[in-house]
Nanobody, 124 residues
Framework: QVQLVESGGGFVQAGGSLRLSCAASGRTYSMGWVRQASGEERELVAG????????DYADSVKGRFTISRNNANNTLFLQMNNLKPEDRAVYYCAARVAAGNDFSPERRDYFTNWGQGTQVTVSS
């Protein structure tokens, strides 16, 4: 079972930046970041396929967030710039460990492995 451990969350003022990291204990294929604000459903923030040739972003973060990965050490990143109060949420690292070319991170059942989450708080 591949374990995922997030780091890098915290408190920042609006307009600031944070970088989230996710360390995977084994090989993954597609990966992504999913967030859940208090009282809301989980939503995909960004997804990336194994090679990095395909990415997918929520409209609300396009132009502000960048997802990337380093397959040499099984690490996923999310660079978050120009943060807004509405970005406040618990951010979860997610991975799909089944091999294949399917890239549909917006599907609720797409990712099979999840981290414990890291809190991001943005003050206005």
């Amino acid at each position: 079972q591949v374990q995922l451990v997030e780091s890098g969350g915290g408190f920042v003022q609006a307009g600031g930046s944070l970088r989230l990291s996710c360390a995977a204990s084994g090989r993954t294929y597609s990966m992504g970041w999913v967030r859940q604000a208090s009282g809301e459903e989980r939503e995909l923030v960004a997804g990336i396929n194994w090679s990095g040739s395909k990415t997918d972003y929520a409209d609300s973060v396009k132009g502000r967030f960048t997802i990337s990965r380093n397959n040499a050490n099984n690490t996923l990143f999310l660079q978050m710039n120009n943060l807004k109060p509405e970005d406040r949420a618990v951010y979860y690292c997610a991975a799909r460990v089944a091999a294949g070319n399917d890239f549909s991170p917006e599907r609720r059942d797409y990712f099979t492995n999840w981290g414990q989450g890291t809190q991001v708080t943005v003050s206005s």
